[in-house]
């Protein structure tokens, strides 16, 4: 079992744009990855987006829907996260996620693999 790892974040002023990286070589080409985050005082992490093996099946959170999208490369074993247009609610610590299966990821409990994390502030 090796974890996914994160890059990419930091700190950003509203209306700018982040892009994350996660690599994970081991299960990048057949299974589903995504994102979640866990913003500050929140006790659960939410599925910001997800992917299928195939890049079929992409889903995002509303609140993030036409200013963030996933991508994959199977070749280079990275998921990204390409996000724009940031604001303060976006701040949390965003994580990788791997799923059981091939299919893109519907919830925290289909994940078998989390990255460590990557922090996104977003200052107003």
């Given at each position: 079992q090796i974890q996914p790892v994160e890059s990419g974040g930091g700190s950003v002023q509203a209306g700018g744009s982040l892009?994350?990286?996660c690599t994970a070589p081991q299960y990048i080409g057949s299974r589903g990855m995504a994102w979640f985050r866990q913003g500050p005082g929140k006790e659960e992490r939410e599925l910001v987006a997800s992917i299928a093996w195939?890049?079929?099946n992409i889903?995002?959170?509303?609140s993030v829907k036409g200013r963030f999208t996933i991508a994959r490369d199977n070749v280079k074993n990275t998921v990204i996260l390409q996000m724009s247009r940031l604001n303060s609610e976006d701040?949390?610590?965003y994580y990788c996620a791997v799923g059981?299966?091939?299919d893109s990821v519907a919830s925290a409990s289909v994940v078998a693999y989390w990255g460590q994390g990557t922090q996104v502030t977003v200052s107003s």
């Open positions: 892009r994350l990286s195939n890049s079929q889903a995002y959170l509303d701040t949390a610590l059981r299966g091939a």
